[in-house]
């Protein structure tokens, strides 16, 4: 079974910093896009930032968030990394890491989510 498990995740003060990561675990053959996404209550859930996969790797984000995230990931351990500044109020949320892994040669990817990690920008 394959499991995604994010940390970094907490209260932070309105102009701060937080560093969220999210390690992929199991029987993994290869890893393709990696992202995270974000879901604040009554909002639907939308796409934070994603990196792809291989060498070469590039970059997209919420216009929302641009110049202030950096998305980033170490393929030799399977992780991805969300350096979130200048944090906002607007920017809690729920933050959801998302993978599409191959689990053998041949197979397509799947989609896979992590658990949640709750981001809280207050004073």
């Known amino acids: 079974q394959v499991q995604l498990v994010e940390s970094g995740g907490g209260l932070v003060q309105p102009g701060g910093s937080l560093r969220l990561s999210c390690a992929a675990s199991g029987s993994i053959f290869g890893i393709g896009t990696m992202g995270w996404y974000r879901q604040a209550p009554g909002n639907q859930r939308e796409l934070v930032a994603a990196?792809?996969?291989?060498?070469?790797?590039?970059?997209n984000y919420a216009d929302s968030v641009k110049g202030r995230f950096t998305i980033s990931r170490d393929n030799e351990k399977n992780t991805v990394h969300l350096q979130m500044s200048s944090l906002k109020p607007e920017d809690t949320a729920v933050y959801y890491c998302?993978?599409?892994?191959?689990?053998?040669?041949?197979?397509?990817?799947?989609?896979?989510w992590g658990q949640g990690t709750q981001v809280t920008v207050s004073s």
């Open positions: 990196i792809t996969g291989g060498a070469g790797s590039s970059t």
């Open positions: 998302n993978a599409n892994i191959r689990l053998q040669i041949g197979e397509l990817f799947r989609n896979y």
